[in-house]
Structure formats: structure tokens, C-alpha cells
């Protein structure tokens, strides 16, 4: 089976995306063909500072390679080293209605983030779905936020399919729904778009910054609080077992708790639990030819999948005489 996805280096990576995407991706290296790389060419959409771009994505790769990623045993690359990807994105773009792009619930946030919409943000799940067809993938891990991108994937291969033959095989997105969305210092979903975000490697200084500036209710330490109405709660959930978070309920039904209190505790954890993974890439970013070298290995090892795929598609649509 082939396990596929992708993330944007449009900013440092925070915690939603290390429960959203980036740890059910690495634990499915040892059970599946993996897929996994970094999307600079969907950045180009909202990343106007070359430099900025540049650095985001070798940190990027630098975080998931500290994390756990083995790129001996999964295909690891960034999509901008290989050319079939835009290739496959304009074929299928004949194969894409407006109105399924008009409908898009991510291109419509961002704009109502104030983001100015350009072309490219519009086809952004045309280059997407290009992403998954090029490697004929099965499963594809990503937040909630990405269901609607998977189905215009699924929608885009299946006219296809239906016009040629079947050529492309229809990915299904796997989101687990406990870890669907979560919460930003704010309460909106974190985002490294929306400022709310916590990132995975910080200086303790601003770990402490970020958590204790989590934003809670106003309920006084005597009164009984709601774990699954706060942020505080949500986040920190995702650090410890389940007998921890009954624990923590429990503190939050009695009297007496003060958020700040629990701030703190989770300045901590939080930096504990990435405290191996802090030193692994420490030694990655002082070797950054290494990171450099592992990525363009890795998109030649991509290559000779999606050229397969490129071959057939160009038979298929007569790009080949
Ligand atoms: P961002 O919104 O910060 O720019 P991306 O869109 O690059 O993040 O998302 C990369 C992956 O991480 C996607 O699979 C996405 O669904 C997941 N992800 C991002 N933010 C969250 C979140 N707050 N909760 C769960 N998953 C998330
Ligand atoms: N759109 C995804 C996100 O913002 C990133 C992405 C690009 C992706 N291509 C992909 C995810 C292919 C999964 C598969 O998170």
C-alpha cells in the first residue's frame, strides 16, 4: 500500500502539525510504502520572499528528519525538484471543473483571512491532486482541514478515469478524528498563517511565551472549570496518556485549579517530549549539505515513480506520437 502526503514550508511547523500529520506519517514507514515531502511549490502561493522560502524549506525537511523520518526506508523529497509534478498539474487542470475549485472551503478562508487570491491559490488542489495521482497513491494522512482537497483529488482522477480508462487510482484521505483539529493559542485551528501557533522547536523562553499566553475562560480558581471547551486542555492532552488526561479532567471538575498553574506544567512537558528530537536537530542544522543531499537522493528515487505514472498519462492523452 501507498501511504502519501505532503506539508507546506510556508512557516516553522507547530504542534497541529505534528499530531495532524507529521507523527502518523512517520509510524507508517514501517508498515507501507511512504510517501512524504515538502511542498514548496504550493507555498509559492501565499510566500512572496525567495530567501524566506528557501529556508523554510530546508528547515522543513530538517524537522521531519529529526523527528523520525528514515529516508531509507520512505520516499523523501521536495516537490519542486521534480518537474512531473507541475507536468501532471496542467494536464489534469482539462479535467477540472470551475465550479468544483469555486467550492473550495480552504480557498474561501484564506481569502477571508485577507489573503489577496491569486491564481494559483485558486488550482492549488489541482497541484494537489497531481501530488497524489503521480504515485498512484492509496492513503493519504493530513488534518481535517484537507478532507475537501482529497475529494477534489478523488473527483479530478475519477473524470479522468472516466474519460481515458481507468488510469489513476482514487486515494482516500485518513484523518483521525481525534486529532482532526487542533486548537491554536486562540481557540482557531493552529495555523502557521494565523499567528496562534505553537512550534515544535522553540527556545524554552518563547515555548513559555507562547503557552502561557494560551487564551482560557475568565472562571476564578474556585470555580469548576470545562476541559472540553479550553484550549489549555486541548492541547495539552496530546502529550499525555489517557490516565494523565483523566487526571487532568479531575483537577478541572474540582475547585481550585488555576490555568496558570497548568500553563506551566505544560511548559515542561512539552519541552521534555521533544527534548530527543531537539538534540537530533541540532546536529542536522549544523549539516545542512547532509539534509541537502538526502533531499536530492530522494527526488531522484520519486522520479522513477512519477515518471512511470508520466509515461502512462502521456500515452493516455497523446502527448506521446
Ligand atoms: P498550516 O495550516 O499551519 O499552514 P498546513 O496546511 O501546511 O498547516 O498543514 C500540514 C498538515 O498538518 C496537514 O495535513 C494539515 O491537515 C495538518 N494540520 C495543520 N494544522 C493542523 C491542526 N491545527 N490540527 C490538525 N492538523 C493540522
Ligand atoms: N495542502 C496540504 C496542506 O496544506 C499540503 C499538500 C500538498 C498535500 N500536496 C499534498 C497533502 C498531497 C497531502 C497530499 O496541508
Redesign the pocket.
Known amino acids: 500500500m501507498r501511504v502519501l ?1 505532503g ?2 514550508p ?2 516553522s511547523l ?1 504542534i ?2 505534528f ?3 507529521m507523527n502518523s506519517m512517520i509510524k507508517w514507514q514501517n508498515k507501507s510504502d511512504l510517501f512524504c515531502f515538502i511542498v514548496n511549490l504550493h507555498a509559492l502561493t501565499t510566500v512572496t520572499d525567495g530567501a524566506v522560502l528557501a529556508r523554510n524549506t530546508l528547515e522543513a525537511a530538517t524537522d521531519f528528519l529529526a523527528l523520525g523520518l528514515d529516508p531509507s526506508r520512505s520516499y523523501f523529497w521536495v516537490q519542486g525538484d521534480v518537474p512531473e509534478h507541475t507536468e501532471l498539474t496542467w494536464i489534469l487542470h482539462n479535467h477540472t471543473s470551475m465550479g468544483l475549485l469555486e467550492r473550495s472551503h480552504s480557498y474561501k478562508d484564506k481569502i477571508s483571512h485577507n489573503l489577496t487570491p491569486n491564481h494559483g491559490l485558486f488550482a492549488y488542489p489541482v497541484l494537489m491532486a497531481a501530488d497524489i495521482l503521480l504515485y498512484q497513491a492509496n492513503l493519504v494522512p ?5 478532507k475537501q482537497h482529497l475529494e477534489i483529488a478523488r473527483d479530478i482522477a475519477g473524470a479522468f478515469n472516466y474519460i481515458y480508462g481507468p488510469t489513476f487510482v482514487l486515494p482516500e484521505a485518513s484523518i483521525d478524528e481525534d ?6 493559542l486562540d481557540g482557531q ?5 494565523y499567528g496562534n ?1 505553537i512550534d515544535i522547536f522553540l527556545s524554552k523562553d518563547e515555548l513559555k511565551r507562547r503557552v502561557m499566553s494560551i487564551v482560557t475562560d475568565a472562571r476564578g480558581v474556585n470555580e469548576i472549570k470545562d476541559p472540553d471547551n479550553c484550549n489549555l486542555f486541548g492541547i495539552y492532552r496530546l502529550f499525555i496518556d489517557q490516565e494523565a488526561q483523566d487526571k487532568l479532567r479531575d483537577r478541572y471538575l474540582t475547585p481550585g485549579l488555576k490555568y496558570s498553574d497548568v500553563k506551566k506544567e505544560l511548559v515542561e512537558i512539552i519541552w521534555e517530549y521533544f527534548a530527543p528530537y531537539r538534540e537530533k536537530r541540532e546536529r542536522l542544522v549544523n549539516r545542512p549539505d547532509d539534509v541537502k543531499d538526502i533531499l536530492k537522493a530522494g527526488a531522484l528515487k520519486a522520479r522513477a515513480v512519477a515518471g512511470q505514472t508520466m509515461e502512462l498519462v502521456r500515452d493516455t492523452v497523446g502527448l506521446n506520437y
Open positions: 502526503s506539508i507546506q510556508s512557516g507547530h497541529g502539525n499530531f495532524g500529520m493530513v488534518g481535517k482541514d484537507q486529532l482532526a483539529t487542533i486548537p491554536g485551528k493552529m495555523s502557521k498563517s501557533a
